[in-house]
T-cell receptor
Framework: NAGVTQTPKFQVLKTGQSMTLQCAQD?????MYWYRQDPGMGLRLIYY???????DKGEVPNGYNVSRLNKREFSLRLESAAPSQTSVYFC????????????FGPGTRLLVL | AQSVSQHNHHVILSEAASLELGCNYS??????LFWYVQYPGQHLQLLLK??????LVKGIKGFEAEFIKSKFSFNLRKPSVQWSDTAEYFC???????????FGTGTRLKVLA
């Protein structure tokens, strides 16, 4: 099993450009999450999807949209990138109902100029 | 709102020293508690977790944590650290009945050989 995979690994954008970060898991997990990691701020939840067909906002949803394409895939879209969105983005998934162990992907480093 | 506090942002220890990293959370209800570790250049992985039962939880690589409900704390300990424990450590909380996880800001541990 590959676990949780993310693409791309690294991306540079100019202010105002858009992009989609892709995440897929092969563990048949129900819940999927997007976090951003910034120095001194830990991981902050952007959006999550408790199950296929549902999405909910986390702590810092502004400037982002998500799509739970199917059970395996959960994408994060930046419609108009801003320098404040420079960060490392992690996708995670959780299997066993509420409050199971989260499995993280390798991350996407995004630089917005 | 729920929050997680990790008071030690940077810790430097020599090999064989004992480690204790603090984690406090703010929530009055039933919680699930986690410690994750992020080794340099790698993604987060679970060290240990507490759901119920014995408040002293043992995890991988000799780590343990104690849940003290009256103090809203879940401190991470290791009797003797190794150079390979150099990493960033995150405490996380989820509350029963939700799918959301709240992470602390992290503690960077550097172990000197």
């Amino acid at each position: 099993n590959a676990g949780v995979t993310q693409t791309p690994k690294f991306q540079v954008l100019k202010t105002g450009q858009s992009m989609t970060l892709q995440c897929a898991q092969d563990m048949n997990h129900n819940s999927m999450y997007w976090y951003r990691q910034d120095p001194g701020m830990g991981l902050r939840l952007i959006y999550y999807s408790a199950s296929e067909g549902t999405t909910d906002k986390g702590e810092v949803p502004n400037g982002y949209n998500v799509s739970r394409l199917n059970k395996r895939e959960f994408s994060l879209r930046l419609e108009s990138a801003a320098p404040s969105q420079t960060s490392v983005y992690f996708c995670a998934s959780t299997g066993s109902g509420v409050a199971g162990t989260q499995y993280f992907g390798p991350g996407t480093r995004l630089l917005v100029l | 709102a729920q929050s997680v506090s990790q008071h030690n942002h940077h810790v430097i220890l020599s090999e064989a020293a004992s480690l204790e990293l603090g984690c406090n959370y703010s929530y009055g209800g039933t919680v699930n508690l986690f410690w994750y570790v992020q080794y340099p250049g790698q993604h987060l992985q679970l060290l240990l977790k507490y759901f119920s039962g014995d408040p002293l939880v043992k995890g991988i690589k000799g780590f343990e944590a104690e849940f003290i409900k009256s103090k809203f704390s879940f401190n991470l300990r290791k009797p003797s650290v190794q150079w390979s424990d150099t990493a960033e450590y995150f405490c996380a909380v989820s509350t029963s009945g939700t799918y959301k996880y709240i992470f602390g800001t992290g503690t960077r541990l550097k172990v000197l050989a």
